[in-house]
């Protein structure tokens, strides 16, 4: 049974930092493509970043140069390391076993998802 746990999420100011964790069971993240979405209250869902089958890492121009996305094969598990966070940052952040990217966005009836963690970008 496939299952992706998030964890991580949290309240920071406005330039603060934030390590998110996803928890893979069930399959293997080398030979899975990993990807991170989020959805703020009231918008739609919106691919984040993704490391896929081959190693390649791609982001949202919105995250590039602030978010960095990797993975420990030996611990199954997979990190969005979040820099220079700001309020549009704000959102339940998803980690999906599926290569989503700019030209194929998020959709839940693709993929297994996490159950979520929020992430709250206040001053």
């Known amino acids: 049974q496939v299952q992706l746990v998030e964890s991580g999420g949290g309240t920071v100011q406005p330039g603060g930092s934030l390590r998110l964790s996803c928890t893979g069971s069930?399959?293997?993240?080398?030979?899975?493509?990993i990807t991170w979405a989020r959805q703020a209250l009231g918008r739609a869902l919106e691919w984040v970043s993704g490391?896929?089958?081959?190693?390649?890492?791609k982001y949202a121009n919105s995250v590039k140069g602030r978010f960095n996305i990797s993975r420990d094969i030996s611990k199954n598990m997979g990190y969005l390391q979040m820099n220079n966070l700001q309020f549009d940052d704000r959102g339940v952040y998803y980690c999906?076993?599926?290569?989503?990217?700019?030209?194929?966005?998020?959709?839940?009836?693709?993929?297994?998802w996490g159950q979520g963690t929020q992430v709250t970008v206040s001053s």
């Open positions: 999906v076993r599926w290569p989503f990217e700019e030209h194929s966005p998020p959709a839940r009836r693709l993929g297994d």
């Open positions: 069930g399959f293997t993240f080398e030979r899975s493509s």
């Open positions: 490391i896929y089958t081959d190693g390649d890492t």
